[in-house]
């Protein structure tokens, strides 16, 4: 029984996966070549400075520090388009059914991203009320699998990690959540999540 839960967000309560897609697609386009979307499985979980090198790599296109930023500050302007569409459709099956009945059993909840645009998307689909604590990528220095997320989520929550579940579709989330010592549940392919503690297919999965 555990007193707080975190949740990563991309893959997990949303799909902004195929939005950031799109974006960084756009990019690929103006540089001549394709972005696929087995490319982007590479950029889930992954910062928006670490996927722009993933895909300048993929293209082989060398960009100097300066044009990075500005390209990356591109890319925010072209998934924001997308992002300011967004309502409560869009949340993933069972997400807010899940959320609220662990409000109802006195569990705490917290947010534990990698994006800047979280409280905007959270906003947006109508759940960040729920929240008692949001840690995103405009607070954390280091990357997952680095556990500072979590941990500082957690801490946020005033709890300690043993006291913690995390929900989270990416490898390196799975990795960062083991790191900060907590119960992890891998949303997604066992195939890819086999170091979590259990892996479903969807938070649906919980609530039915
Ligand atoms: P932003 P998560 C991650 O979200 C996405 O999976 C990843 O593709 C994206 O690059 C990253 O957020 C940064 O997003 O550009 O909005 O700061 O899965 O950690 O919730
Ligand atoms: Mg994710």
Redesign the pocket.
Known sequence: NFRGALF????VLVDT?KY?YLAWKQLAEQWGFEFTESDNER??????MR?LDIVLEIGGIRLTEDEKLRKADEK?EQ?LQYIRQMDESELLPGAREYLLRLRESGVKIALG??????TFILEKVGIAELFDAVVD?TKVSKAKPDPEVFEAGCRELGLLPGECVVFED?EAGVQAAIAAGMYVVGIGSPAILGRANRVIGGLYELVG
């Open positions: 990563d967000l991309d893959g996966a950031h950029l889930k979980g992954v910062s928006r996927s925010n998934y991203s990698a994006s800047k645009n979280a990528g990416a």
